[in-house]
Structures are given as structure tokens and as C-alpha cells.
């Protein structure tokens, strides 16, 4: 499956984006979805993800109660919905998909991994 995250951008801080991760072909349904980021001079850190069904999700303690993911089966497209968002959070977000099992918040769990896109949270 191939990624194309979409939808970041600078806000300030207490504001909210909703990254975008469009997936191509037909077999979007089976794959667990994962987000990631990376901040500079930092390593690659799980944020957040949701199972093939839609009715699991899992979130970092750094994330959790500010970021909702979310699917669109119609839209082939995994969706990151950040509120209260803190300049803590600025980095390049990805998303990735996993067709197998492992956990969530290892990165060689996935399969295939979107480009990336920049959120910078100003103070």
C-alpha cells in the first residue's frame, strides 16, 4: 500500500490540525494504521493508532486526551485530529501501515510508511 500524509502546517499553541493519510489500493481495510513523528535531533516516536476495524486505538501518554485517529473506508484515508496542540508536538508526522501483528509502537511493525508532514506549534 502506498501513503501520502497530507494537512500539516504552523499553528499556535492551543490550536488544532488534522493530518490526512491517504492510502492507494484495495486492501486498505486489512491494514492497521500507525502515525508517527520525528522532531529535529530526535528519534522517530509512536503517536497514535487504530486497528483494521476501526474499533481499537492506541495513543502515546504524551498524546493522549489532545489526539483522536480515526478511518474513512470509503476514503481509503486514516485521519490525526490534534487539539490543544503544544510547541512539544512540533515535528514531521507519518503514518505507516501494518498488515501483520507486532506492536503498534514499534516501527518495524510496518510495512509501508508516507512521506511526511511538517506541524510546527508556535509558543
Known amino acids: 500500500v502506498q501513503l501520502q500524509a497530507s494537512g500539516g502546517g504552523l499553528v499556535q499553541a492551543g490550536g488544532s490540525l488534522r493530518l490526512s493519510c491517504a492510502a492507494s489500493g484495495r486492501t486498505f481495510s486489512s491494514y492497521a494504521m500507525g502515525w508517527f513523528r520525528q522532531a529535529p535531533g530526535k528519534e522517530r516516536e509512536f503517536v497514535a493508532a487504530?486497528?483494521?476495524?476501526?474499533?481499537?486505538?492506541s495513543y502515546s501518554d504524551s498524546v493522549k486526551g489532545r489526539f483522536t485517529v480515526s478511518r474513512d473506508y470509503a476514503r481509503n484515508t486514516v485521519y490525526l485530529q490534534m487539539n490543544s496542540l503544544k510547541p512539544e508536538d512540533t515535528a514531521v508526522y507519518y503514518c505507516?501501515?501494518?498488515?501483520?501483528?507486532?506492536?503498534?509502537?514499534?516501527?518495524?511493525?510496518?510495512?509501508?510508511w508516507g512521506q511526511g508532514t511538517q506541524v510546527t506549534v508556535s509558543s
Open positions: 487504530i486497528d483494521w476495524s476501526g474499533g481499537r486505538t
Open positions: 505507516a501501515a501494518t498488515s501483520g501483528g507486532g506492536g503498534w509502537s514499534n516501527l518495524a511493525t510496518y510495512d509501508s
